[in-house]
Every structure is written in C-alpha cells, then in structure tokens.
C-alpha cells in the first residue's frame, strides 16, 4: 500500500471510529434541554387545569405558558424532528389525523397516524370556549411522547457524531421549507420569533456537539455563516409576511447547507434512518435536482450506466412515446395527451377518451418533474413511472391496449425487436422481451425533461439576478398567501423534508367556475377511503404552471389569476360550499392586486429553460403491412 494511501485509511479509520464515543457535554444538554421542555408542558397542563377558560385571562394565561412551551421546544427541534419523527407528531402534530404517505408505504397499506401536543393544543385555543379535555388530552399526549426521547434506542444517538449531521441536514431544509412559512405555527405572529430562538438554542448545540467531537467538529467557516444569518435575522422585522425569505434562503440556508453535506462526505456519515432515505449526500445545493430521488426514471434498466447504452434506450423511448402502435386502435400515442412542446401536457381541460368523442375525468398533468413525487396520479394510485405507464397503455377509455397484443405489434417492427432484444443483455432479471422493457425506456425519455432548471432556482445559487417583483412575489408565496404550507422548496410541490412522502390537500375545488357545487369527483378516497382523503388530490408542482393550463384536477380555472382568487377567497368553503374537511383555511388571504402580479412574477420565474425536441420523422416498419399506416403522434 502506498504511504499517501495508507495514512489516507488510517485518517478515515480516526474519523470513522471518534464517530464512536461518548458525547458528554452533547449528551447532557440534549438531557437538560429535553427536562426544561418537558417541565413547561407540566406547568401548561396545571394552567389548563385550573384557569377559566371563559374568560380572556384565563385562555391568555395557558397561551403564555403554551408559547413558552413551544420555545422550549423548538430548542430542541434539531434534534426531535430528526430522531423520532413519527413520536414527533404527537409533540407538535399540524393535524388531528395525517395519512401522509411516505415512501415506505409503497410496500404497505397506508396508515393513519394522530396528532397531539403544542399546535393543536393553540388552534383548539382560539375556539370562544375551548374544550378543557381535549386541551388537556392534547398536552397529556405529548407529555407522554418525551419519554420515548429519553430511552435507550433514541439517546445512543447521541454517542455518534453521524446523526448530528442528518438531523442537521434536516434543520437547514426545514428552514427553508417549513419554519418560516408558517406551516406547524398556529399563530403567524410568532413565526419569526420562534425562529429566532431556535436558531439562538440550536448554536448552543454546536457549540457542545464540538466540545464532546473534536474530531469531527462544526467548522469555523460554518460557525462564522450561521452567526451572520443569526445577525440577518435581528435586522428583520417580526411580521412574518415582511421577512426577507428570499436573501435568508440564498445567502445563508443554502451556504450552510453546502458546508454540512461536505461535512457528511468528509466526515464518512453514515445513516440508519428512513430520514436520509431519498436524500443524495453529494448535492451541494437545496436548489439542484440532484438533492432527492422520488421516482426511479430507468425503471428495469436501473443496473445501465453506460453513456452510450442510456442514449439508445433514450432514443428508442422517445420513439414508443410517439407512436400510437401502443393503443389498441394503433391511433392513439403518449403525445395525443402529453404534448411535448405544451410541457407534456393538454391546453384543453380534459383530454379525448379512447372513443374520440367523450372526455377523460381529469386534466392531463405535466409529466415534466413528475419523477420529483413519491406516489402518481393526482389520487396517488402509483408507486412508479412504470407502473403508471402500464395503466395508461391497458386504461380502457386511454390507450385500451393489453400487453400481448402490443408485444406482438411492437416485435413485429424490425428496428424494435433489434434493439428491445440488445436491451435484454442488461436487465439479468427480464431474459424475455417484457412490456417492463417497453415503459421504462418511455420514462426514461420523457424523464431527461425533467433536468432543466428555471431563472428562480440560478438566482437561489446567486448565478442569475431575480426581479424585485419575483423577489417579492416567493416572500409572499412562503407567508402570506400561505402557498408554501403545501408547495415545499424547492421543487414546490407536496414533498416536504426529508423528501420521503406526497402530501394530499383538499380544497373544495368546484366542478364549475360560478361556484355552484363542488367537483363529484372523491380523489385520494378512491384509492385510500377515510374521512380525511374525501375530495383530497395529490399537491403537484408549480414549476413551469405559465405554461401548463388549465388549472386543478378537472381543468376547471384558465388562468393562473382565477387559481389566485381562489385561494385568495379561501378555496371551495370560503366561496360558500359545503367543504367540511377542507385542509386550506376557509378564511381570505386578503391579497392585494400589487401581492397578486408579485405572486405571478414569481410563479413566471419558475419556468425552466427547456429545450424541447421535434417529433420522430418517422416511425419503424413493421412486417404487418397494416400497422405501416400509422402516424407519428397518432391521430388524436
């Protein structure tokens, strides 16, 4: 072994093996700051006990010793969120019942979890009279969930310097994402005063994680950035919709993000959480498509990683998606509804159905990013692209194919056999030429749209200027026109941090724009029947929405403005329809016109700089003389 190369193993062996130890000072504040939490819950629940909830002083006093518990808590979110983040829920869960479907659930049922604790406790507050039990259940709860974060199996966490850099990689996402937006915050108020704490305490943290891991320390440089954000952030007002999340996020989040994944590089971080599941330690950027994996896009050909190979199964894709051989009628092709150059999407409301003359139930979405979700479909029916693909082509009222048919049909055209029969030498799995062979050199084609990026996401690295009225507009959109509390940075869509789940909202969409009566169609309770998932749809992205009208599951608003005014108006319920668990406030926004063009300029400048390509000149012959007339694209 040579001398650079063994004294380079024996430094990663140091590193590796400190990562081993006994964090004394770490471990004792982690223990003193979890008791002052829980000591203020146990104060909180006294005052819920003997205040007067019928008066204002009796509910301002339990609010005061709620704030300070959510102070206390928020101290020691770096932590929490991290190491348990299902027991989490049960400290400061947003809602009384998630079904929030994480990636694992690909391999299970879906299951319902309860919230309890802090802003649950607060919302139930605001009620005239507040219900002194549930109050009281709610705070009891999450007393109860601290104990799960002082056992064995959590704390021995805190030997290792590997989970202090995740849960910190989550701590930088989640400041971009959902501590400022209001998200988890009943009262918007407090936001940024409760980021101010959290981000005082969580010093405090650092400063014991390098007492007890001075080999694997938080550096001068990092220390040196966080302490400019925490001065950013005294010069900033405490009305959250007049906190600059723009200059906060680029100057300071996404550096200090940069700096802790070179930390998990450097440091040989190695992770046991689910937390770290879709997360890619490489990405040096919160705005780089690298940062997180949701879709695999090569489907059965995930083992090729030959340049020249990928091209070929690229170019064979691109074909597929454009001939209609596909359907059953050898009519109808990928591109009859996902056109290209309208970003893979329908400029009508919903697309033809297999007949020609009736309509499909939903809008056409944008298969542009679609890779950037955990479950398809806008009721989460997919797993995969692949699986999505598979549907279509055997969906009787969208392409009304089935799979032998179109093997035949496809094996009949020379240039497809040739080159689907190359592909079997890299998928050991698959010897035979299968319909898996077929969609995944679709996905794989259309996927390579999703690599492109907007003038929003080069001004986050500060490679390209933004427009004041952009800049203004993504400071509204994360306060207060609430839009962040659904779409996440930074693809702005329903996957928040860590990445690993698609959120689903219901908000009393109407089937018609004079507000009649809302949408028939029940969305994620079709496929997940519960109280909760009735009318609710999967959150897509607002990446490149300029160009992807018309708008919501049904096509129903035209234009981005009438989108605006709907949430402005506070969705279905706050235009007066009967929406009973509608997950956006019934409230209005009160967007003035000037916060509207704003939100615009902003949404404009999330369009990506896509090249898109022309259509196939021709398609492949087949020996059935029949198929032969088929046209590129299909005929409707």
Known sequence: MKKTTAVAFILS????????????????????????????????????????????????????????????????????????????????????VEWENEVFEKFEKPYKRTGAGLTLAEEELENTIPDRNKLFQLIQKSI?????????????NLESHHPFFLANRLYLLNLAAIYTTGFECPDTSQVITELRFMMNETKSIYVSFNQSFTSTPVTAEYLELYDKALRFLQTQPTDFSRFDHFIFIRDYVNPLYAINQQFIRNYLVISNSYNDYSLNDKCTSI??????????????????????TLEEIRKTGKQFFYDPILSGNNKRSCASCHKPKQYFTDTVATSLQFNGFMTLPRNTPSIINANYNHLLMLDGKHITLQAQGKDVISNSIEMASNENELLEKVL????????????????????????????????????????????FDYAMENKKELTEEAKRGFNIFMSKAQCATCHFVPQFNGVKPPYVGSE?????????????????????????PATETFDAFRTGTIRNAQFT??????????????????????????????????????????????????LLAFIFSLSENIIFENAPAALPLSKNEELNTRKVGGEY
């Open 13 to 96: 062996l140091i590193i590796f093996l400190s990562g081993f130890r006994n964090g004394s000072e770490y471990r004792t504040l982690y223990f003193q700051k979890i008791e002052e939490f829980n000591t203020a819950q146990i104060k909180l629940l006294e005052e819920i006990k003997t205040s007067d909830l019928t008066s204002e002083k009796g509910k301002e006093n339990i609010l005061k010793k709620l704030r300070y518990s959510r102070l206390k808590l928020k101290g020691i979110d770096l932590w929490l969120r991290y190491l348990e983040p299902i027991t989490y829920k049960q400290l400061n869960g947003p809602l009384p």
């Open 144 to 156: 109860k969930a601290v104990d799960v974060f002082k056992a064995d199996s959590i704390t021995k």
């Open 287 to 308: 705005f780089d498509k690298s940062l997180y994996e949701g879709m695999n896009t090569k489907g059965i050909y995930t083992l090729v990683d030959n340049a020249e």
């Open 412 to 455: 009949s055209c020379k240039d497809y056999k040739k080159s689907l029969k190359k592909f079997t030498k890299y998928t050991p799995q698959e010897k035979d030429v299968t319909i898996e062979h077929i969609v995944s050199a679709i996905t794989f084609y259309y996927s390579d749209f999703s690599t492109y990026y907007s003038h």
């Open 504 to 528: 689903f909202e219901v908000l009393g969409v109407p089937h018609d724009t004079t507000f009649t009566g809302i949408s028939p169609d029940r969305g994620r309770y079709e496929i997940n």
């Open 549 to 598: 009208k018309p708008y919501m599951h049904n096509g129903v608003f035209k234009t981005l403005n009438e989108v605006i005014d709907f949430y402005d108006a506070g969705g279905g319920a706050g235009k007066g329809l009967k929406v009973p668990n509608q997950t956006l406030k019934s409230d209005s926004l009160h967007l003035s016109e000037r916060d509207k063009k704003d």
